[in-house]
């Protein structure tokens, strides 16, 4: 924490900097996200971080699209807010969903069937461990 005339940084601007994000946020809010994740993945607890690119106000099944979970943040979607509390649900009951960091999104296209996360969650568990 540096001070200097009445200013106060609680964050190292330099590390921030190497923190970069795509979306229209702060370095500073991107920085502090960064390093939540970063404590919980070395806390040596369980986890699953589940990042979304913002919420719609759809009611669940009232769109033709599927949940898709994936490694990057590529075309990702706004999701409802009922979405997100099941995927959240089955992540913490599903053993492939532990030590896990994905973007949840939609996708038109119908892969695995909606109800059928723990696939999902399986599928990412390999590729976790291949990389």
């Known amino acids: 924490m540096e001070s200097s005339n009445d200013v106060i940084s609680i964050i190292d601007d330099k590390e921030a900097q190497k923190v970069k994000d795509k979306k229209?946020?702060?370095?500073?809010?991107?920085y502090f996200k960064y390093m939540?994740?970063?404590m919980i993945k070395q806390s040596g607890l369980s986890y699953t971080i589940i990042r979304v690119a913002g919420y719609?106000?759809?009611?669940?099944?009232?769109?033709?699209?599927?949940?898709?979970?994936?490694?990057?943040?590529?075309?990702?979607v706004?999701?409802?807010?009922?979405d997100?509390?099941?995927?959240?649900a089955s992540a913490i009951l599903e053993p492939n969903a532990c030590n896990l960091v994905l973007y949840m999104t939609k996708s038109q296209t119908r892969?695995?069937?909606?109800?059928?996360?723990?696939?999902?969650?399986?599928?990412?568990?390999?590729?976790?461990?291949?990389?």
């Open 36 to 38: 939540g994740e970063e």
């Open 84 to 88: 997100l509390a099941q995927v959240v």
């Open 24 to 30: 229209d946020r702060s370095a500073e809010e991107t």
């Open 78 to 82: 706004p999701v409802s807010r009922a």
């Open 111 to 131: 892969g695995v069937k909606d109800g059928y996360l723990w696939e999902k969650f399986a599928r990412l568990k390999e590729k976790s461990k291949s990389t």
């Open 56 to 76: 719609n106000e759809k009611q669940p099944g009232t769109d033709s699209s599927t949940v898709r979970l994936q490694k990057m943040n590529k075309d990702i």
